[in-house]
């Protein structure tokens, strides 16, 4: 699938997703095993992103299941279609004398919702999907354990038609922003990879390969702020995603330098919280702009 | 640079395997418990990155052995003393090899367990933020020893404490289930049902959220040196005891008894009053060990679910065998969800857990938890809603 970590990489950076060694080699590993790989993080760090770059660089499907508290298997695997089947009883009772030939067929692939897991087992074509379970942490233990059996197998029953197997099984990345703890039996069947708040640098290349156009100057100031802004205690401190929301509204709006007064102005691209924000605004913005030193004022 | 299908390890050969045991063995001594399926994964690797190369070996190595956050500065730690240490000598066989890998892996642990310490002097309550707790009265009760608090303040300590676990008690489930009645249709039993009989829908059928059941068992140490805290924590039970159905009690100091038909009994007051009289080893010594084996072999098959929490309530003084407490506590972790081990000394800011039991028991703990004052109980409701998820 990939050659090599370095062939990996610069396929990544192609798609504007910078990545540290220790992610890419989780990544690599995990196409060149056929692991699924588990990524956990703060919010916004780009474990999603992941999956879809992976999809983007392979040239293949990306199906995405989002868990939730309740998530079961009729959402997530399949469901027969009950009106459609109901319909068509309707029209057999219509069409023919044979009583005894009605319903024997409306248990066939046509009456069969596809959700994502099955679509993920179940794709066409000659390339393996990408399966993303994205925060896997909002579902309950039972869908947990039932994800094991799929992981381990890639395959599923359905009791009217039969087993089905994957021809090519997906490459699955599973995503957890840790509001819980996931069962240790789930993360051993996966490469796991903690991602964390990247550096300055680091994140000075994802700004300049996610947000064309933008100064090198304000890039280097949006960075130091941001970090600085990391190292302090808030309930919730931005991600990556913040980073870059942030320099694509800084750039919208024209500015060419950071002011106290356009931190001010764009405050809520950063930080999500009432409390967050009011302890900012008590705090010496410039301290934190100052950081960055600036040349030209 | 990497070849596209690097194969200098094709087969991994003998003695690298012995050293990947030898290392996986080394990181379960410092606490990362460790899946042979993975070392096998791990080893699998080897044919698509160059081990050569510290930085690729030390990546796989990484993603295929750890799955916890918390675990990655355990885990760095126990790569650089042990390869640091093969690696600077050749690789034997011998065993003398295997003795001095055992002094590393002993190093390591007696390490990570200054760790573990130096993060439960972290949990001490004076350095506890309760940001979220106004002043009030109920504040300054809140933080009080338990121990000292009269007649009338355990009863109101009492009534805050109802509030408290009440809030845990009654979790309902995101997932549902069919119900008499009800305000949300179950469409897919009715299509069902439609389906088989070839009836229109008319009988409407009904579903209702599903009420999570988890099981709590409480097992409370009454020996003689948790006296102070004893008639605080049996009103905690009791508690708990009215607002969950689903809870089993024990208490022991040299024996085990199980006290949950004695609660059902009404009055608080009167149950406490029982126990004393009832239970022969009341404010005696301690056998903890022998006790959790006691529990283990005759009431944990009747007792434990697979979403079961159990708490532990005591001071880990203990008078009993260290090894047949190690089997014990390993027992009870394997059988329960969560095992939570709650002392009322961790509130003691110069705390430290040395006493042997709590030694013995606690790398096999999920968490370890204070028990002294209210405010310590009101983390502890936090934690349960938490697992309740």
């Known amino acids: 699938m990939f050659s090599s970590i370095n062939d990996l990489e610069e396929q990544f950076s192609e798609q504007g997703y910078i990545a540290d060694h220790l992610l890419l080699t989780s990544i690599y590993l995990s196409t060149s095993l056929g692991k699924p790989i588990f990524l956990e993080g703060e919010p916004g760090v780009g474990k999603t992103e992941v999956a879809k770059v992976l999809a983007a660089v392979l040239d293949t499907e990306l199906i995405r299941l989002q868990c939730y508290e309740g998530l079961d298997t009729y959402t997530a695997l399949y469901e027969w279609n009950y009106p459609r089947q109901m319909l068509e009883l309707r029209m057999e009772e219509a069409r023919s004398d044979d009583k005894a030939s009605i319903g024997k067929d409306i248990f066939r692939?046509?009456?069969?919702?596809?959700?994502?897991?099955?679509?993920?087992?179940?794709?066409?074509?000659?390339?393996?999907?990408?399966?993303?379970?994205?925060?896997?942490?909002?579902?309950?233990?039972?869908?947990?354990?039932?994800?094991?059996?799929?992981?381990?197998?890639?395959?599923?029953?359905?009791?009217?038609?039969?087993?089905?197997?994957?021809?090519?099984?997906?490459?699955?990345?599973?995503?957890?922003?840790?509001?819980?703890?996931?069962?240790?039996?789930?993360k051993r069947r996966c490469l796991y990879h903690w991602i964390d708040y990247p550096t300055l640098e680091k994140e000075l290349r994802i700004v300049k390969s996610r947000v064309p156009g933008i100064e090198q100057q304000l890039s280097r100031q949006i960075c130091h702020f941001m970090q600085t802004i990391r190292s302090q205690d808030f309930f919730k401190r931005p991600g990556v995603a913040e980073t870059i929301d942030w320099a694509h509204a800084?750039?919208?709006?024209?500015?060419?330098?950071?002011?106290?007064?356009?931190?001010n102005a764009t405050l809520g691209c950063i930080l999500k919280y009432k409390d967050d924000i009011e302890k900012l605004q008590h705090e010496d913005l410039s301290r934190f702009i100052m950081d960055t030193g600036n040349p030209q004022s | 640079m990497i070849q596209a299908a690097p194969t200098i390890h094709e087969s991994p050969n003998t003695?690298?395997?012995?050293?990947?045991?030898?290392?996986?063995?080394?990181?379960?001594?410092?606490?990362?418990?460790?899946?042979?399926?993975?070392?096998?994964?791990?080893?699998?690797?080897?044919?698509?990155?160059?081990?050569?190369?510290?930085?690729?070996?030390?990546a796989a190595a990484k993603t295929n052995l750890v799955s916890r956050h918390k675990d990655f500065s355990r885990f760095d730690q126990v790569f650089e003393t042990f390869w640091q240490k093969t690696l600077s000598r050749p690789v034997t066989e011998t065993d003398n090899d295997d003795v001095a890998d055992e002094d590393s892996v002993r190093k390591i642990a007696k390490e990570q367990k200054r760790m573990m310490d130096s993060s439960d002097e972290d949990l001490t309550p004076g350095e506890q933020q309760s940001s979220h707790i106004e002043y009030s009265p109920d504040e300054i009760l809140s933080r009080r020893d338990l121990g000292s608090l009269n007649a009338e303040e355990l009863k109101q300590a009492r009534r805050l404490m109802a509030k408290l676990i009440a809030a845990i008690a009654n979790y309902k489930s995101r997932r549902r289930t069919p119900a008499r009645s009800g305000r949300d249709l179950n469409?897919?039993?009715?299509?069902?049902?439609?389906?088989?009989?070839?009836?229109?829908?008319?009988?409407?059928?009904?579903?209702?959220?599903?009420?999570?059941?988890?099981?709590?068992?409480?097992?409370?140490?009454?020996?003689?040196?948790?006296?102070?805290?004893?008639?605080?924590?049996?009103?905690?039970?009791?508690?708990?005891?009215?607002?969950?159905?689903?809870?089993?009690?024990?208490?022991?100091?040299?024996?085990?008894?199980?006290?949950?038909?004695?609660?059902?009994?009404?009055?608080?007051?009167?149950?406490?009053?029982?126990?004393?009289?009832?239970?022969?080893?009341?404010?005696?010594?301690?056998?903890?060990?022998?006790?959790?084996?006691?529990?283990?072999?005759?009431?944990?098959?009747?007792?434990?679910?697979l979403r079961t929490i159990a708490v532990v309530l005591s001071d880990g003084w203990d008078r009993g065998d260290a090894d047949q407490m190690r089997t014990a506590i390993q027992g009870l972790r394997r059988n329960v969800q969560k095992l939570i081990w709650l002392n009322p000394l961790l509130g003691d800011k110069n705390y430290q857990p040395l006493c042997r039991g709590i030694e013995t028991a606690l790398p096999h703990l999920d968490y370890f938890l204070p028990a002294h004052n209210l405010e310590s109980l009101e983390k502890l409701a936090e934690l349960l809603r938490e697992i309740w998820r």
């Open chain 1, 109 to 186: 692939e046509e009456f069969l919702l596809k959700r994502p897991l099955l679509r993920a087992i179940q794709t066409p074509g000659d390339k393996p999907p990408v399966l993303l379970i994205d925060e896997i942490d909002r579902s309950d233990h039972e869908f947990e354990a039932f994800l094991l059996e799929i992981l381990s197998d890639f395959q599923i029953t359905i009791p009217e038609i039969g087993t089905i197997r994957a021809v090519h099984p997906p490459i699955v990345v599973l995503t957890s922003n840790r509001t819980r703890e996931i069962h240790d039996a789930l």
């Open chain 1, 250 to 263: 800084l750039l919208a709006l024209g500015i060419e330098e950071l002011t106290e007064d356009t931190v």
């Open chain 2, 15 to 58: 003695s690298l395997l012995t050293r990947m045991v030898q290392f996986s063995r080394a990181l379960g001594a410092a606490g990362i418990s460790i899946d042979t399926a993975n070392v096998i994964d791990l080893c699998r690797c080897f044919s698509y990155i160059d081990i050569r190369r510290k930085h690729e070996f030390y």
């Open chain 2, 187 to 305: 469409f897919r039993r009715m299509l069902r049902r439609t389906a088989l009989d070839g009836q229109d829908p008319c009988k409407l059928l009904y579903r209702r959220r599903r009420i999570r059941k988890t099981k709590l068992i409480l097992l409370c140490d009454v020996s003689g040196s948790m006296e102070r805290y004893s008639r605080f924590l049996i009103q905690f039970i009791c508690a708990l005891r009215h607002e969950l159905p689903d809870v089993e009690v024990a208490v022991f100091s040299t024996r085990l008894t199980v006290i949950t038909p004695l609660l059902a009994s009404q009055g608080t007051e009167e149950t406490l009053r029982h126990f004393s009289d009832r239970i022969p080893d009341w404010a005696g010594g301690t056998d903890i060990g022998q006790c959790i084996s006691d529990f283990n072999r005759h009431f944990a098959s009747q007792m434990l679910r």
